[in-house]
């Protein structure tokens, strides 16, 4: 009886064991791309991809193209072994995709051909050349190694370049604009490693999919191509603004004896992913050290009584309206540990995140909110129906706004970055100068706050507040615009502190505050100068276009 009931056992398990069997080989094999055509060319082409498994119908499948599907209207036709779609106008270049019934199949790379740069100015025998990129793909401020030759032993004048891109006007044809590219920023801390043969950078800020190349005094190196993964959402730059703006200090002399030595930092205007092609136009004396930490650096050698002297300054900048849209609030996580966040948390006198009343604060306003990006929303949100917001200069900083219930551009965004620090988000207080209708300049702060595997996110909470200065162009829907994206009607001198270190230990130093850029030191005298007037102009706009 025992034997005929193990038997009966033994049957039923094998058929359950067949039956899973049968499952498993009924189920299809993901589809196959054996090939793209074109492997290059242009957004808005057509794209043929041919393989095995497609399907006879499309019904719920889909391509993406780095990561983005494109509209069901792009579809042109759809077999078992040949797909044709339109290559979204506005979308990027990356690893594409067949999807069918929740599987996907292998990658195939289709590059833009107006990303090529050009090659021309590439030194072959002496210049820097790629062999490899790893990874070949990773998120906004992933660690990168790329390795090769003539890279130089230091990095001086060279620079490792991203594909960057604005959105054009619907009626600009795809090959009309050319190829930009986005450099790294040491305000992320972009350059880990720089080698003969090996570079280690972090994928910066305002970067897409796209060629990147190596650029030394010896060439450009061959483009390679490097797919931005892992977006939360999308950020775009539109709306090209180019502003000519002047700026000067006058200096005089009251009392000195040699020797002496006066220094002056004169700020320049940033360059960011947003704030692009910065160009000198004029000066009328040369630096004593050029970009010094994002300032002139000048230098007077013993002064006399009498001695005047004016600084004037004039640049071209271009500057873009950025808007993001964050479709998964939950960043990637990167390949190393983010630099930006370990030095963008700390308090420091300006930005007093460690204040219990700070801490408080920002723990009360996040309540047991985990996502950064809602944290954030929400500070600026409090910021906004608590504070008494004004245009006018006030005195104090973070604390005192905090306190007071008050602020104007600068406790409020000096407040933002406390908060947000205090709640472990990286955020910098950006200072320059908003320009109006008549295209006179007023100083103003605003920040920004960094998310791992997207970048910089900008907010404005005086302009959101409504709190503008006299005919500057505000929008109706300022409240909900300025957080997470910026107008073009502003210029930075100043993302973050600067902070610059004296010339001479014993030099006696002027520190300005509120000024259009926030860095510690403007000017120190040495020796045996004793008395001396320095006059800083407003920041002046020449010419828009």
Same mark, same amino acid.
């Given at each position: 009886?025992?034997?005929?009931?193990?038997?009966?056992?033994?049957? $039923?398990? %094998?058929?359950? /064991?067949?039956?899973?069997?049968?499952?498993?080989?009924?189920?299809?094999?993901?589809?196959?791309?054996? %090939?793209?055509?074109?492997?290059? *060319?242009?957004?808005?082409?057509?794209?043929?991809?041919?393989?095995?498994?497609? +399907?006879?119908?499309?019904?719920?499948?889909?391509i993406t193209i780095a990561?983005?599907?494109?509209?069901?209207?792009?579809?042109?036709?759809?077999?078992?072994?040949?797909?044709? =779609?339109? &290559?979204?106008?506005?979308?990027? @270049?990356?690893?594409?995709?067949?999807?069918?019934?929740?599987?996907?199949?292998?990658?195939?790379? $289709?590059?833009?051909?107006?990303?090529?740069? =050009?090659?021309?100015?590439?030194?072959?025998?002496?210049?820097?050349?790629?062999?490899?990129?790893?990874?070949?793909?990773?998120?906004?401020?992933s660690l990168i190694?790329?390795?090769?030759?003539?890279?130089?032993?230091?990095?001086?004048?060279?620079?490792?370049?991203?594909?960057?891109?604005?959105?054009?006007?619907?009626?600009?044809?795809?090959? =009309?604009?050319?190829?930009? $590219?986005v450099e790294i920023s040491e305000a992320e801390f972009g350059y880990e490693l720089w080698g003969d043969r090996e570079i280690r950078v972090r994928v910066p800020d305002g970067a897409i999919s796209g060629n990147l190349e190596v650029r030394t005094p010896r060439g450009n190196s061959q483009a390679v191509?490097?797919?931005?993964?892992?977006?939360?959402?999308?950020? &775009?730059?539109?709306?090209?603004?180019?502003? =000519?703006?002047?700026?000067?200090?006058?200096?005089?002399?009251?009392?000195? &004896?040699?020797?002496?030595?006066?220094? /002056?930092?004169?700020p320049q205007p940033v360059v960011s992913s947003s704030q692009r092609n910065v160009r000198l136009l004029s000066r009328n004396i040369e630096p004593f050290i050029e970009n010094y930490r994002g300032t002139s650096l000048y230098q007077f050698n013993n002064t006399a009584p009498g001695d005047r002297w004016e600084i004037a300054l004039s640049y071209a900048v271009e500057v873009y309206a950025v808007e993001t849209n964050i479709r998964n609030q939950a960043p990637p996580r990167l390949n190393r540990p983010s630099p930006v966040r370990a030095a963008y948390v700390l308090a420091t006198p300006l930005v007093p995140s460690n204040d219990p009343a700070?801490? @408080?604060?920002?723990?009360?306003?996040?309540?047991?909110?985990?996502?950064?990006?809602?944290?954030?929303?929400?500070?600026?949100?409090?910021?906004?129906?608590?504070?008494? $917001?004004?245009?006018?200069?006030?005195?104090?900083?973070a604390l005192e706004a905090l306190e007071e219930r008050t602020a104007d551009s600068y406790r409020a965004a000096l407040l933002f970055c406390a908060l947000a620090r205090a709640v472990d988000i990286p955020a910098i207080p950006v200072a320059g100068v908003l320009i109006n209708r008549q295209g006179q300049t007023t100083k103003h702060f605003w920040a920004e706050f960094w998310l791992d595997g997207f970048g910089w996110v900008p907010?404005?909470?005086?302009? *959101?507040? +409504?709190?503008?200065?006299?005919?500057?162009?505000?929008?109706?829907?300022?409240?909900?615009?300025?957080?997470?994206?910026?107008?073009?009607?502003?210029?930075a001198f100043s993302r973050g502190e600067r902070f610059l270190y004296q010339m001479t230990p014993r030099g006696r130093t002027v520190q300005r505050s509120r000024e259009f850029s926030l860095q510690n030191l403007w000017e120190e005298a040495t020796g045996g100068l004793e008395s001396y007037s320095s006059l800083w102009s407003d920041v002046t706009i020449t010419g828009v276009y």
């Open positions: 009886m025992r034997l005929i009931q193990y038997r009966k056992t033994i049957l $039923f398990l %094998s058929a359950i /064991i067949l039956c899973l069997g049968f499952l498993v080989s009924c189920r299809e094999d993901p589809p196959q791309i054996n %090939s793209i055509e074109p492997t290059i *060319g242009r957004l808005g082409d057509i794209l043929t991809i041919r393989g095995t498994g497609f +399907g006879t119908e499309r019904h719920q499948s889909f990561g983005t599907p494109p509209t069901s209207s792009a579809y042109l036709s759809w077999s078992n072994e040949e797909i044709s =779609v339109q &290559v979204p106008e506005f979308g990027e @270049a990356g690893l594409v995709y067949v999807h069918r019934g929740g599987q996907r199949s292998n990658p195939a790379l $289709f590059a833009n051909m107006t990303s090529m740069p =050009v090659l021309a100015r590439t030194n072959i025998a002496n210049g820097p050349r790629i062999t490899s990129i790893e990874p070949a793909s990773g998120p906004i401020g190694t790329i390795h090769g030759g003539n890279f130089g032993s230091s990095r001086n004048d060279s620079g490792v370049f991203f594909s960057w891109g604005a959105e054009q006007p619907q009626a600009t044809p795809a090959g =009309v604009h050319q190829p930009d $590219f191509f490097f797919e931005i993964t892992g977006r939360p959402g999308t950020k &775009v730059y539109r709306d090209r603004r180019t502003y =000519v703006l002047a700026y000067r200090t006058d200096i005089r002399v009251d009392r000195a &004896v040699a020797p002496n030595t006066l220094f /002056i930092w004169m700070i801490r @408080a604060q920002a723990t009360t306003i996040i309540a047991r909110e985990a996502l950064p990006y809602a944290r954030a929303q929400r500070i600026y949100n409090w910021l906004l129906t608590t504070l008494e $917001f004004q245009s006018a200069p006030l005195s104090g900083g907010l404005d909470p005086t302009l *959101g507040a +409504g709190a503008a200065p006299f005919d500057f162009n505000l929008r109706e829907d300022h409240a909900g615009y300025y957080f997470g994206n910026m107008d073009n009607q502003r210029i």
